[in-house]
């Protein structure tokens, strides 16, 4: 028989009435039965670091909870919260199998009903703009039998890569960056389906316009996993849209532009382009949750080439 679950927080407490059968039984019959076969279980939110110590801060902020809990393919409660200063606890039966999902930074995001329908959830991507107020969407999915006196700590993954430029140049010249951003982020991503592209991209590109100096730029982008699409190529120069047609509106790539001024000639302006990856010649994959470190060393080599990698106007 299935009855009343409670989730509380130190602020109050509320119920959420699962089903009972026609015919089932009283209420004193299910307060009983909650009092002998559940237990509270905290949880706590973990986020792991990344493989650097100069992640932003806001990175790993969780502003936003929303939880489901499934028990044989249904959703059995669901609670979102805001107000993460305080401690969470659920109330479970104990000895029945969980599967417990987790989406962080995600306001927007609903459980659904059945569980078969998770693989298909999408999350939004709002822009760069938005990681400052809302957080990077988060996600995560556990397996959990509760018994008495188990606290359950959920480690979030983030569902965004993070992608840090760093600009240096050569002796003979100076280049400070006016623009930069990211061109065809996907539009969503998959939480729950780990591997699978969208086939959208985001209608506006994320871009910002710089008054000052910078050294390094830190983008961060929705996975987007299109794989080793030239696997035999050995230049970084062919890693170009023309040579990979089918997918060459739908790799994310990263787009700087800047003055370039030679010792004693003229400022010209120049625009580089480049496609993450796991290597500069072969692959395309942007993988959720992953540091990728770009070294954009400006020089006047390549100005000349008729290429899509740099663009130069007067």
Request: glycine share 8%; charged share 25%.
């Amino acid at each position: 028989m299935k009855f009343s679950s409670m989730v509380c927080s130190r602020r109050g407490l509320f119920f959420l009435l699962l089903s009972v059968l026609a015919g089932g039984c009283s209420r004193e019959d299910v307060s009983r039965e909650c009092a002998s076969g559940e237990c509270l279980v905290d949880i706590s939110f973990s986020v792991p670091e990344f493989d650097t110590k100069s992640s932003i801060s806001y990175s790993d902020d969780i502003r936003t909870i929303s939880l489901g809990f499934y028990s044989e393919g249904h959703l059995e409660f669901s609670g979102k919260y805001s107000d993460l200063s305080e401690d969470i606890g659920v109330r479970l039966i104990i000895g029945r199998r969980y599967e417990v999902y987790t989406i962080a930074n995600a306001v927007d995001f609903t459980m659904p009903e059945d569980e078969s329908d998770l693989p298909d959830a999408e999350v939004i991507w709002n822009g760069t703009a938005a990681l400052s107020e809302e957080g990077i969407p988060m996600a995560s999915h556990v397996s959990f039998i509760p018994s008495r006196g188990e606290a359950l700590d959920i480690q979030m993954t983030r569902l965004a890569a993070r992608c840090d430029i760093i600009i240096t140049q050569t002796a003979g010249c100076t280049f400070r960056v006016t623009d930069a951003g990211i061109r065809q982020s996907m539009a969503y991503v998959f939480p729950f389906s780990e591997g699978t592209p969208c086939d959208s991209t985001a209608q506006e590109p994320d871009r910002e316009h710089f008054d000052t100096d910078v050294s390094s730029l830190t983008f961060y982008m929705f996975e987007n996993l299109r794989g080793t699409l030239l696997p035999d190529n050995t230049d970084p120069w062919q890693k170009v849209p023309s040579n990979i047609p089918d997918c060459q509106e739908l790799c994310t790539y990263i787009e700087i532009t800047g003055e370039y001024t030679p010792d004693g000639g003229e400022t010209s302006h120049v625009t580089y382009r480049f496609f993450p990856g796991e290597d500069a010649t072969t692959n395309f994959d942007i993988r959720r949750n992953t540091l990728y470190t770009i070294n954009l060393c400006v020089t006047g080599e390549g100005l000349g080439k008729d290429s899509w990698k740099i663009t130069v106007t007067d």
